[in-house]
């Protein structure tokens, strides 16, 4: 998989605040994932992004894809407690299973 | 179905057992993946299989084998493990198509005593 760098690694916002993890890499990505993970859960899978300049929402959820394929980024409107857990990036090459996870963005919401 | 299912959920074993971990999925994906927790850090792939066949070895030591009986099934044999190889393991599929976003199983806790 290709290399990509997740920033920031961890998150403290205030319930209702906004938040944004970012991730990039050096190289052109033919594609990128996120995944939310709970404390004690596993991966969730939340959104695959492949086309350039691409933007998804789910609900409170933007993910956006870079025009170049090198960065993405989520961001997450008015923060729930519910929103707590750590935001996985993750990226493959084309035609390969290597999947490369981002260190992890680790959300803490405070009520 | 979106589900991949593991068992056991926790695993305690010593250094001179031998037990498997095993992983299932009805979603007819064709690639099932290995995974490896450690706490506080990302997952970090062992092993993938496609149609069955083991594709990618990611330098994992003998002591782990896996085996995928079919293609819903995946085990994961533990053999002589050491204190260090505590940690979550993640079964995952995906579609075998480049780039398919693998769904995760809830994972196996081990803990070498």
């Known amino acids: 998989g290709q290399q990509v760098m997740q920033i920031p690694q961890y998150q403290h916002v205030q319930e209702g605040e906004d938040f944004t993890t970012y991730c990039n890499s050096s190289t052109t990505l033919s594609n990128i994932q996120w995944y939310k993970q709970r404390p004690g859960g596993h991966p969730v899978f939340l959104i695959q992004?492949?086309?350039?300049?691409e933007v998804k929402k789910q609900k409170r959820l933007t993910f956006q894809f870079g025009e170049a394929k090198k960065n993405s980024s989520l961001h997450i409107t008015a923060t729930q407690t519910t929103d707590v857990g750590t935001y996985f990036c993750?990226?493959?090459?084309?035609?390969?299973?290597?999947?490369?996870f981002g260190k992890g963005t680790k959300l803490s919401v405070i009520p | 179905d979106t589900e991949v299912t593991q068992t056991p959920k926790h695993l305690v074993m010593g250094m001179t057992n031998k037990k498997s971990l095993k992983c299932e999925q009805h979603m007819g994906h064709r690639a099932m993946y290995w995974y490896k927790q450690k706490a506080k850090k990302p997952p970090e792939l062992m092993f993938v299989?496609?149609?069955?066949?083991?594709?990618i070895n990611e330098s994992v030591p003998s002591r782990f084998s896996p085996e995928c009986p079919n293609s819903s099934l995946l085990n994961l044999h533990l053999h002589a493990l050491q204190p260090e190889d505590s940690a979550l393991y993640l079964c995952?599929?995906?579609?075998?198509?480049?780039?398919?976003?693998?769904?995760f199983g809830p994972g196996t806790r081990l803990t070498v005593l």
């Open positions: 995952a599929s995906s579609q075998v198509t480049s780039g398919g976003a693998p769904y």
């Open positions: 993750v990226s493959s090459g084309a035609g390969s299973y290597q999947l490369t």
């Open positions: 992004l492949v086309k350039s300049g």
């Open positions: 299989y496609s149609y069955e066949k083991l594709s």
